[in-house]
């Protein structure tokens, strides 16, 4: 698809994105400055692929400023240094999000009433009780009457 010059305004018509952002991208550093005439913006077809890259970036999870690095990168190898870094981070949230989902399914299949008593929070209890597991498996150390007379907290 082939474009003649836009302002920002029908730019970002076309692109589907607000004009502010797209100052903002210039701003810093990840979308070339387009052509000025009498102060106006004016943008190209190059400014269509950038904006999509932009976008595909942003959806791949790297900041704007990661970006930048990586455009700025004067090497293949450089850049390629970065994506690796992105790489990792994102094998560590991937992981992170797996456990996530995991303890979510464990918690929706529960069906008792009691939901404090799920086993996912039984097992969980030793990394939020900072003291060994045999303490905390004790019951309290509380009279019979006094335990009559407790409510139940949840």
């Known amino acids: 698809m082939r474009i003649r010059e836009l302002e ?3 730019f970002g018509r076309l692109v589907g994105i607000a004009p502010h ?3 903002h991208w210039e701003a810093v550093g990840v979308l070339p400055p387009p052509l000025r005439h009498r102060g106006r ?18 959806t791949a999870g790297l900041a704007l400023p990661e970006l ?3 455009l700025e990168a004067t090497t293949v190898s450089a850049r390629r240094e970065k994506l690796e870094q992105h790489l990792a981070t994102l094998t560590t949230r991937i992981a ?12 929706h299949a529960w069906t008792r009433e009691e939901f404090s008593e799920c086993p996912i929070f ?4 030793t990394t939020v009780v900072r003291r060994p597991a045999a303490v ?9 009457t006094e335990r009559k007379s407790r409510k139940k907290r949840f």
């Open 122 to 125: 039984a097992r969980r209890m």
């Open 68 to 70: 930048r690095e990586i």
């Open 96 to 107: 992170q999000l797996k456990e996530s989902k995991r303890i979510v399914q464990e918690m």
């Open 136 to 144: 905390v498996d004790q019951p309290p150390l509380v009279d019979s």
């Open 41 to 58: 913006r004016l943008y190209h077809q190059p400014h269509v692929r950038h904006v999509a890259m932009i976008v595909c970036a942003q």
């Open 8 to 10: 920002i305004g029908e």
């Open 21 to 23: 952002v797209l100052r």
